[in-house]
Each structure stands twice: as C-alpha cells, then as structure tokens.
C-alpha cells in the first residue's frame, strides 16, 4: 500500500501491516500515531524536495521523522547501535486503509 504526508513530499510504499500500535508514551500521544513496523530498508521512502527533520529526546534511541513543509509525522527509524533495528511507519496518515486492522494498545507511558 502506499501512504503519503499530507502534501505528499514523502512518499512510502509498504506492504500492509497486519496490525498496528497505538501507545500512550508522551511522544505518541502528542502525535496521535499508529505504528507498523518493518525491517530497515523494508518500506520504501521516497523524500521530495522540502525534504525532512526529525526529533530525539530522552536516550535518543529514535529518530521521529516528519516533513519539513506539511510537518505530518511519517515515521520514526531506531538511530544505528541499536539491538532491535526497524522502522515504523505511521499508518495515522492513513487512518481509512488500516481501518479493519487489528490495533495493538502499548502502555509506554509506564516504560518510557
Ligand atoms: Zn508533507
């Protein structure tokens, strides 16, 4: 399937999660996300030419990518180093074409 931010500067091309994450850590719910994840270099991400910028905080594990001309949050990517490299895409662009798809509560507020 593919998914697009809002002015469609990035562009991403997946194959459909088989179910998605919302989680209530203060970064998540901030964003309002859903998350599937894949295999590094799974999805692919084509950046347009406003191109993006990301944000890190706290241990600075994750990257959370948005575009730089519409601000959607398009996904995030773990930064290199890390055990469990993957990328999560945020199927909230897309709420209609991950509608049946089972959602996934994680309680990150209490680990994060
Ligand atoms: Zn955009």
């Keep these: 399937m593919q998914l697009s931010c ?6 991403i091309t ?3 999660p088989s179910q ?3 989680c209530n ?3 998540c719910s901030r964003y309002m996300s859903l998350w599937g994840y894949y295999p590094p270099g799974e999805p692919r991400i084509e950046i347009g030419a406003a191109g993006i910028s990301s944000y890190s905080w706290g241990d600075n594990e994750l990257d959370f990518i948005r575009c730089s001309h519409c ?3 398009t996904h995030y990517e773990t930064k290199p180093g890390q055990t469990n490299p993957k990328v999560a895409i945020n199927f909230g662009m897309e709420r209609k074409q991950v509608a049946e798809v089972p959602v996934r509560y994680f309680n ?3 680990l994060l």
């Design 20 to 22: 998605v994450t919302e």
């Design 6 to 11: 809002h002015c469609e500067n990035v562009k």
């Design 71 to 73: 601000g959607c949050i």
């Design 25 to 27: 850590c203060s970064i």
């Design 108 to 110: 990150g507020a209490e």
């Design 14 to 16: 997946v194959t459909p």
